[in-house]
Nanobody, 124 residues
Framework: QVQLVESGGGLVQAGGSLRLSCAVS????????MGWFRQAPGKEREFVAA????????AYTDSVKGRFTISRDNAKNTVYLQMNSLKPEDTAVYYC?????????????????WGQGTQVTVSS
């Protein structure tokens, strides 16, 4: 079973930045498509960003385009979500997810493994 361990969440002021990290167990990380999802209070979980195996293809939900960047370091078995210009509406629990067969895109059911989630709170 693949395990995902997240870090980097916390409290930040509006306009600030955070970088989330998700370390993935195993030696086949480079084969996994990766994604980030989030769930805000009173809202359904939504897609945030995705990245393919090599890191050359990414996708973002419109509300974070230009502010968030997903990246990966296959040598470290880690995927990142750099979040800049944070807004209070970015407050949510953020989840990383892995798909063993590659690109997972925006669809939750494509992903095979999920992290525990990390809280991001943006104050105004």
């Amino acid at each position: 079973q693949v395990q995902l361990v997240e870090s980097g969440g916390g409290l930040v002021q509006a306009g600030g930045s955070l970088r989330l990290s998700c370390a993935v167990s195993g030696r086949t990380f480079s084969n996994y498509g990766m994604g980030w999802f989030r769930q805000a209070p009173g809202k359904e979980r939504e897609f945030v960003a995705a990245i393919n195996r090599s890191g050359g293809t990414t996708a973002y939900t419109d509300s974070v385009k230009g502010r968030f960047t997903i990246s990966r370091d296959n040598a470290k078995n880690t995927v990142y979500l750099q979040m800049n210009s944070l807004k209070p509406e970015d407050t949510a629990v953020y989840y990383c997810a892995a798909r063993q067969s590659g690109w997972g895109g925006t669809i939750e059911s494509n992903y095979d493994y999920w992290g525990q989630g990390t809280q991001v709170t943006v104050s105004s």
